[in-house]
């Protein structure tokens, strides 16, 4: 099984629309997930519309990228244990709003992350995502310099912690906060595929910049996360039913919009395991 896919831009700086299979055709088909896989290295988020297929159609797609990573927040579907629910309804609604880049309190953060819109909303809840190698590159050669040679913190903790105050927060996300103390991961990824850069700072889970002063670090860390969602290094997508989006987590940061209650809206979630960043 074979064929060529359409691949059409969705932005200047990533993101493209990708037809012409299903999840299941490409599961089955070494060139069409080659097809896949390429479009995501070179796009950095890709979209695919109309894939009705069942959870576990949808858990099968996602092996093809590598080995499944859990998350210790989130439930997942039945029938189909590596799929991830991310539900959020008016009475349970999101507490994440801030940009970034998935698990990056891990040692080693997912690679990609392949999501699955199933209940959208008539109106509201789009997604935005950010190149962070675009952020890079628009650098000046002297700053880029400085940055290369710092680490920057990561912290569980600081990314949960709206659910840490929930009553029996802290005693939930035990086993979490054990597995995963705060770590230091170069402020500027090199790419393991690509060999490309890219600002590896995010609000959400980043606390300091390692050596420089408190208030260095702090106005640094502002500067650089405002740098990186720069409107021109971004691109945004407008959920409709059954379209699926897979990202490269080491490469871009991105951002649900909340702005769809009362409405309900559930996706499902599948995150691939990734190297320790360099």
């Not at 992350?113 to 789009?126: N, S």
């Not at 310099?145 to 710092?150: A, I, W």
């Not at 408190?214 to 640094?220: D, G, I, K, P, Q």
């Amino acid at each position: 099984m074979g064929g060529k896919l359409n691949i059409r831009k969705a932005a200047g700086a990533l993101g493209a629309y990708v037809s012409g299979a299903d999840l299941a055709a490409i599961a089955e088909s070494d060139a069409l997930f080659s097809q896949v896989r390429s479009a995501v290295l070179a796009h950095e988020v890709i979209f695919l519309r109309d894939q009705a297929v069942p959870p576990q159609a949808f858990q099968a797609f996602a092996r093809c990228f590598g080995e499944v990573l859990e998350h210790p927040a989130y439930g997942t579907v039945p029938g189909a244990p590596d799929v991830q629910v991310l539900e959020s309804t008016e009475e349970k609604p999101s507490k994440i709003e801030a940009w970034h880049s998935d698990m990056t309190f891990s040692r080693t953060p997912p690679s990609f992350t392949i999501l699955h819109g199933k209940i959208i909303p008539e109106y509201g809840g789009d997604t935005l995502w950010a190149s962070a190698t675009s952020a890079y590159e628009q650098l000046s050669e002297p700053l880029r310099g400085f940055l290369d040679g710092l680490q920057a913190v990561h912290d569980f903790r600081h990314g949960f912690r709206e659910s840490l105050r929930e009553e029996g927060g802290e005693a939930r996300l035990a086993g979490a906060i054990e597995a995963n103390p705060p770590v230091a991961h170069p402020l500027v990824r090199t790419h393991p595929e690509t060999g490309k850069k890219a600002l590896y700072v995010n609000p959400l889970f980043t606390t300091l910049i390692k050596d420089l002063q408190a208030f260095e670090s702090r106005h640094l860390l502002d500067f650089l996360c405002r740098h990186i969602v720069t409107e021109e290094f971004t691109v945004r997508l407008n959920w409709q039913p059954e379209t699926v989006v897979i990202w490269d987590n080491r490469s871009t940061q991105h951002k649900p919009v909340n702005d769809f209650f009362p409405q309900h809206r559930q996706l499902h979630r599948v995150t691939i395991t990734g190297d320790r960043p360099v």
